[in-house]
């Protein structure tokens, strides 16, 4: 079946601009994840989503970065006046938490953020 | 918080056995993955260890050991495509969000 998809895969943006970044993750998944990945760094996270439960924020750097998941599936981060330290890898991830089983998460492709 | 170490790069010959390690110290433990991450892809799924011991799934095995904070990702018959980064996260308590290692970069040559 279709994997998690990300849009759009590269954008570059000037700084003080805002972008959005949207993550389609797998049918039927209720845990939804975005992590950013900067250059020789691990992955690091941003946001979770878990059903109809309030997001885990804890990992947003700044007030700039908010995120939403519409309807229970897509979900859009959205950075606001975009500074140079935000270029990286935005990453997505959805998974699947039912009875048993190890809840792996699977990948997006990521988005490339630029900023200029 | 979460602390997780793992080396930064590792070299290895077609065909030999390679084993990255990842130590960790958490405030609270509710298993262990390993990922590869080709460069510019998305990472996938290895393995997972919740209990201590050895898993193995094919030429990949994945070994913890909670008491010592210690895993061990084994790689057999290495082959080309196995050049990647190889990323150690570990899940805290509950089943939600997981801290990752900074990867380790592994180049295979012939």
């Known amino acids: 079946g279709a994997g998690v998809s990300q849009s759009p895969s590269n954008k570059v943006t000037e700084k003080g601009k805002d972008v959005e970044l949207r993550c389609d993750p797998i049918?039927?998944?209720?845990?939804l994840y975005w992590y950013r990945q900067s250059l020789g760094q691990g992955l690091e996270f941003l946001i979770y989503?878990?059903?109809?439960?309030?997001?885990?924020k804890s990992g947003l750097p700044s007030d700039r970065f908010s995120a939403e998941r519409t309807g229970g599936s897509v979900s859009t981060l959205t950075i606001q006046r975009t500074q140079q330290e935000d270029s990286a890898v935005y990453l997505c991830a959805s998974s699947f938490p039912g009875a048993g089983g190890t809840f792996e998460q699977y990948f997006g492709p990521g988005t490339r953020l630029t900023v200029t | 918080g979460q602390n997780i170490d793992q080396p930064t790069e590792m070299t290895a010959t077609e065909g030999a056995i390679v084993q990255i390690n990842c130590t960790y110290q958490?405030?609270?433990?509710?298993?262990l993955f390993w990922y590869q991450q080709h460069a510019g892809e998305a990472p996938t799924f290895l393995s997972y260890?919740?209990?201590?011991g050895l898993e193995e799934k094919g030429r990949f095995s994945s070994f913890l050991s909670r008491s010592k904070g210690y895993s061990y990702l084994l790689l057999k018959e290495l082959q080309m495509k196995d050049s990647a980064s190889y990323l150690c996260?570990?899940?805290?308590?509950?089943?939600?969000?997981?801290?990752f290692g900074k990867g380790t970069m592994l180049l295979v040559s012939p």
């Open positions: 260890n919740v209990l201590d």
């Open positions: 989503f878990q059903g109809n439960s309030a997001p885990d």
């Open positions: 996260a570990v899940r805290d308590m509950g089943y939600s969000t997981l801290t």
């Open positions: 958490t405030s609270g433990f509710n298993g």
């Open positions: 049918s039927g998944h209720t845990a």
